[in-house]
Each structure stands twice: as structure tokens, then as C-alpha cells.
């Protein structure tokens, strides 16, 4: 049984920086995974993905070269490096795991077979 479970949310001001992270149990094959979050009153967003095979990553352009996601295969573990936070990345956080990835459908909510419970990021100006 796949279990993910994310944990690294809190509050922070803006220019501030966190670290998620996301802790997968029950996945033993490559496979994709990212994160997406959800903000209130819109939908869910990708936001940094990564094939757990070859490392390969993916970013939304809102969070590129401030987001860095990177995972720790020995620990089973997915991160998401947050720097120079805004008060527009306050949302919900969720890890997702894709099983069989389809080319290019990065972000792609339907794809992803796995979610976790999701994590509360908050950024104050």
C-alpha cells in the first residue's frame, strides 16, 4: 500500500525560505512524483515535479529558480526546497506520486495515482 505523507509547512514572511518534505512508504519501482498546491478558491496547481529514475526535473515558471525539488532515494523521501517565498505561494501542499507517467503530462492532476494528506504554507508580506 502506497502512503504518502508530507510534513516542513508553517508560516514564514515573505523572502523567507522552507523545506518540505514528503515521506513515501509502499513505492518500489521508478516512477514520477512532484508537488502541487492549492490556494483557496482556485484549483490545484503542479508546481515541481522529478522522475525518481534519472532525476529528471520539471517547474512551474511562478517558481523557477526560487523552488528546488529533489528527492533522497535511500530514504524514500521527496523535498521542496522554498526560497524567496510570496505571499501568492500561500496554499495547501500536496506530494503526489504518478505510477505510470505519461511524456510531458507533468502536471496533470488526473494523472497522479498516489496523494498525500497535504501541508499549510503561509506567507505574510
Known amino acids: 500500500q502506497v502512503q504518502l505523507v508530507e510534513f516542513g509547512g508553517g508560516s514564514v514572511q515573505a523572502g523567507g525560505s522552507l523545506r518540505l518534505s514528503c515521506a513515501a512508504s509502499?513505492?518500489?519501482?521508478?516512477?514520477?512524483m512532484a508537488w502541487f498546491r492549492q490556494a483557496p478558491g482556485k484549483e490545484r496547481e503542479g508546481v515541481a515535479a522529478?522522475?525518481?529514475?534519472?532525476?529528471?526535473?520539471y517547474y512551474a515558471d511562478s517558481v523557477k529558480g526560487r523552488f528546488t525539488i529533489s528527492q533522497d532515494n535511500a530514504k524514500n523521501t521527496l523535498y521542496l526546497q522554498m526560497n524567496s517565498l510570496q505571499p501568492d505561494d500561500t496554499a495547501v501542499y500536496y506530494c503526489?506520486?504518478?505510477?505510470?507517467?505519461?511524456?510531458?503530462?507533468?502536471?496533470?492532476?488526473?494523472?497522479?495515482?498516489?496523494w498525500g494528506q497535504g501541508t499549510q504554507v503561509t506567507v505574510s508580506s
Open positions: 503526489a506520486a504518478d505510477r505510470d507517467p505519461l511524456p510531458n503530462m507533468w502536471f496533470q492532476t488526473w494523472a497522479y495515482d498516489y
Open positions: 509502499g513505492l518500489t519501482y521508478s516512477t514520477r
Open positions: 522529478i522522475y525518481t529514475g534519472r532525476g529528471s526535473t
